[in-house]
Structures are given as structure tokens and as C-alpha cells.
């Protein structure tokens, strides 16, 4: 099976722009979270999607948004972009989203904010 | 929320001597701890974990153990190799809810060959 793909793999930004960043889960899995991950704050959870809904949700400004599609692929939304926002992306994909399930991330995609 | 504390954040060892990476929980809720390996540059990647019901798990060279009386979890690499060397993060998801992982703040491992 193809595991977790993130595109695009990096962004440069400037301040005020907004940024869309995709990922496509391993096939048959439902459940996508997404990560932050900087040298300062480590990784941090921002959301989780499961069956194209939100079901949780970390503590992050409402500048940062997600959605997920019917086949599972999902996309987050970063808008007014500030520079601490520069970071590693990532995303995990899991079966159904439980508890005990492993998650499996992706490669990344790396923003740089100017 | 949980918070999860990682120590060291640096270890340098000889290869072929142990490592041993330590790990505390707040949230007694928590039930699933997984430990990954991010080379630099790469993905993490989940390289054993560990649920509530068992006190240890071991798989070849590593293994875990974890505490849930005191809420704590350690990784225990054995016979280390250059190809250890990498960042390692513990985490901890609680039994509730959606499955997302609570970090800690990584190790860096270095094995001196």
C-alpha cells in the first residue's frame, strides 16, 4: 500500500497570504489529523478529520482550518500568515480514527513565512 | 489537556551500549503510547508502542515499558548502532475521544560509532 503523501513538500510565503496544504491518506483510511511540528513548541496536534467532519480540535487561532473530501484526502487552510507560522506540516492518517489506532504520518510539507 | 515530559532532550552513547529514554503523563485517562523516529528530514515513523493492559513490550532490540501507576513510559534501545541515531518522540492519546497524540519534546539520540 502507498503510504501518506503530502503536497506540496514546500511553500514560501509572505506575511498576509494564505496557504492551502493537501494530503492523501493511506488507502482505506478514514481518520487524518494534522500536526505542527517547530523547534520550539515540538508537535502539536491542530485537528482531526474523520467521514468529512471535524472531530477534534487543538489549540490554534481559527487561521488555521481543514476539511476532508468523501475519499478521505484532506486539505488544510492557513490565512493571514504570520511568520511564527513557519513550520513542518504534517499529517497522519489512521483506519477509523479510535484511541488505540497507530497513526501513520506523512513526509511533511515544509512553510517558510517571509 | 495531557502533558506529556521527555527527557533527556540529548543523549550521546557508544555503539553498542543502551539507551534509555524516559517519559511522564498527567492525564491518568491516557492509554496508548506509541514512540516514534524521525531521521532528519524525514517522517516520524512508529517504531514500537505500548497499551495499558500490558506493563512491557519488546521487539528485538527494543523495548517499552510503562508505569501507569506512576505514569510514566521508557523506551529502552539495546546493542545500538549508528543507524539508531535520530530524534525520538514518546506520546500519549487518551482512551476518549478522537485518537489525537499528545508529544513530548523529543530526544536526540547520537550513537558514536
Known amino acids: 500500500k502507498a503510504g501518506v503523501t503530502q503536497t506540496p513538500r514546500y511553500l514560501i510565503k509572505t506575511r498576509g497570504q494564505q496557504v492551502t496544504l493537501s494530503c492523501s491518506p493511506i488507502?482505506?483510511?478514514?481518520?487524518v489529523s494534522w500536526y505542527q511540528q517547530t523547534p520550539g513548541q515540538g508537535l502539536q496536534f491542530l485537528f482531526e478529520y474523520f467521514s468529512e467532519t471535524q472531530r477534534n480540535k487543538g489549540n490554534f487561532p481559527g487561521r488555521f482550518s481543514g476539511r476532508q473530501f468523501s475519499n478521505s484526502r484532506s486539505e488544510m487552510n492557513v490565512s493571514t500568515l504570520e511568520l511564527g507560522d513557519s513550520a513542518l506540516y504534517l499529517c497522519?492518517?489512521?483506519?477509523?480514527?479510535?484511541?488505540?489506532?497507530?497513526?501513520?504520518f506523512g513526509p511533511g510539507t515544509r512553510l517558510l513565512v517571509l | 489537556g495531557e502533558n506529556v515530559e521527555q527527557h533527556p532532550s540529548t543523549l550521546s552513547v557508544q555503539e553498542g551500549d543502551s539507551a534509555v529514554i524516559k517519559c511522564t503523563y498527567s492525564?491518568?485517562?491516557?492509554?496508548?503510547f506509541p514512540w516514534y523516529k524521525q531521521e532528519l528530514g524525514k517522517r516520524p515513523q512508529l517504531i514500537i508502542d505500548i497499551r495499558s493492559n500490558v506493563g512491557e513490550k519488546k521487539d528485538q532490540r527494543i523495548a517499552v515499558t510503562l508505569n501507569k501507576t506512576a505514569k510514566h513510559f521508557s523506551l529502552h534501545i539495546t546493542e545500538t548502532q549508528p543507524e539508531d541515531s535520530a530524534v525520538y518522540f514518546c506520546a500519549a492519546s487518551l482512551q476518549t475521544g478522537a485518537n489525537n497524540l499528545f508529544f513530548g519534546t523529543g530526544t536526540r539520540l547520537t550513537v558514536i560509532p
Open positions: 497522519a492518517s489512521s483506519l477509523l480514527g479510535l484511541a488505540l489506532e497507530t497513526q501513520y
Open positions: 488507502s482505506g483510511h478514514r481518520s
Open positions: 492525564d491518568s485517562a491516557s492509554n496508548y
